[in-house]
């Protein structure tokens, strides 16, 4: 069974661009999860899709955003790229009930310059 | 912040057993322990969860003590390859569902010794 797949696996990006990830979950999964990794805030949770509709939100400003395709893949974007956006992106996918685990992506590596 | 203390760093001998501790002593009824690691520039790698028995799989085994305040992670016999950060996260998971919003701690780094 494939696991959760996150395309690209690099980005170099300016700052004020923009930036689109994807993410394809573990098949039948129908939660997916945005994270930020960075070495001073360390994992940070971004925000959480299921059918289509975001469900959780993190404390990230309104330039990051994502959505939720009827197959359950998911983007997220960020607008007005700043150097503080220098992160790993982690995807992560679950079934919706009960204590079955998140699985993780390997990750979108972004860098600002 | 984490719902979860964990030591910042562990040393372990190749080939032994590693014993990784975790409190939680704020956890509630409802809530798992969960286990995960991250080796570097990966994503974190599930590991094992539990509510209040003991679990085992091929990975490790999770030890819970009874009043659920505090968990251990066992890697029964350490490689090289487990050298990572491991880190300890409780989750509200029912009937109702689960909260995927993880709150990560800073974890402790495993460093497996040749």
């Known amino acids: 069974k494939a696991g959760v797949t996150q395309t690209p696996r690099y980005l170099i990006k300016t700052r004020g661009q923009q930036v689109t990830l994807s993410c394809s979950p573990i098949s039948g999964h129908r939660s997916v999860s945005w994270y930020q990794q960075t070495p001073g805030q360390g994992l940070q949770f971004l925000f959480e899709?299921?059918?289509?509709?975001?469900?959780n939100k993190g404390n990230f400003p309104g330039r990051f955003s994502g959505r939720q395709f009827s197959n359950s893949r998911s983007e997220m974007n960020v607008s007005t790229l700043e150097l503080g956006d220098s992160a790993l992106y982690l995807c992560?996918?679950?079934?919706?009930?009960?204590?079955?685990?998140?699985?993780f992506g390997n990750g979108t590596r972004l860098t600002v310059t | 912040d984490a719902k979860t203390t964990q030591p910042t760093s562990m040393d372990c001998a190749e080939g032994r057993a590693a014993n990784l501790p975790c409190n939680h002593s704020t956890i509630s009824g409802n809530e798992y322990v969960y286990w995960y690691r991250q080796i570097h520039s990966q994503g974190p790698q599930y590991i094992i969860h539990?509510?209040?028995n003991n679990e085992t799989n091929e990975m490790a085994s999770l030890i819970i003590t009874e009043d659920r305040k505090s968990s251990t992670l066992i890697l029964p016999h350490a490689t090289l390859r487990d050298t990572a950060v491991y880190y300890c996260?409780?989750?509200?998971?029912?009937?109702?569902?689960?909260?995927?919003?993880?709150?990560f701690g800073t974890g402790t780094l495993l460093a497996v010794q040749p």
């Open positions: 539990g509510l209040k």
């Open positions: 992560a996918s679950s079934w919706d009930r009960g204590p079955s685990p998140l699985h």
């Open positions: 996260i409780v989750r509200v998971a029912d009937d109702g569902g689960a909260t995927n919003k993880l709150i």
């Open positions: 899709y299921f059918s289509e509709t975001q469900r």
